[in-house]
């Protein structure tokens, strides 16, 4: 079975208490900023912490349709939360999981975000050069995007 990383690395100048908040309420805030990929996050079990198993529903602009993911660990001392998608299409077919593993560290005045993912395929073949350069970009556009609904809704966060 072979596995494959894909890493992504995003300072930002919003503290690392700020942006770990926003991204707890990730079912709430990433289906407002882009629609397109998420359209909607529904808890299925469970309060949020670890065991919780959520569904996605994925918008027109990705190629899946569902997934359903469990929280792996969730520390919010050390603004680290992990997650494994184990159900949908999201999977292609050709891996048995993805984990996610986030990080945010502080870094000055703001912080540095960093998500590593963690293919695990079935067998030898693995996502292709394209798929996971799209989903790298896809990751950052999303953290952007609640960068920005973090930064223009400062009474939430």
């Given amino acids: 079975?072979?596995?494959?990383?894909n890493e992504i690395e995003i300072a930002s100048s919003f503290p690392a208490e700020k942006v770990f908040k926003v991204f707890k309420d990730f079912e709430n805030v990433a289906p407002k900023v882009n629609p397109a990929v998420f359209k909607s996050v529904e808890t299925l079990e469970g309060?949020?912490?670890?065991?919780?198993?959520?569904?996605?529903?994925?918008?027109?602009?990705v190629p899946f349709t569902h997934a359903k993911y469990k929280v792996d660990a969730f520390d919010e001392s050390s603004f680290s939360y992990s997650y494994t998608f184990f159900e949908g299409d999201n999977l292609m077919g050709i891996l048995d999981s993805v984990t996610?593993?986030?990080?945010?560290?502080?870094?000055?005045?703001?912080?540095?975000?960093?998500?590593?993912?963690?293919y695990k395929c079935k067998g030898d073949e693995?996502?292709?050069?394209?798929?996971?350069?799209a989903e790298k970009e896809l990751y950052e556009?999303?953290?952007?995007?609640?960068?920005?609904?973090?930064?223009?809704?400062?009474?939430?966060?």
């Fill in 100 to 118: 996610q593993h986030v990080k945010i560290t502080p870094s000055g005045e703001g912080s540095i975000y960093k998500q590593t993912i963690i």
């Fill in 141 to 157: 556009q999303t953290y952007k995007a609640i960068e920005a609904y973090a930064a223009t809704n400062p009474e939430l966060y």
């Fill in 47 to 61: 309060n949020g912490g670890v065991g919780t198993i959520k569904l996605f529903t994925f918008g027109d602009a």
């Fill in 126 to 133: 693995k996502p292709s050069k394209e798929t996971l350069k």
């Fill in 1 to 5: 079975m072979a596995t494959v990383t």
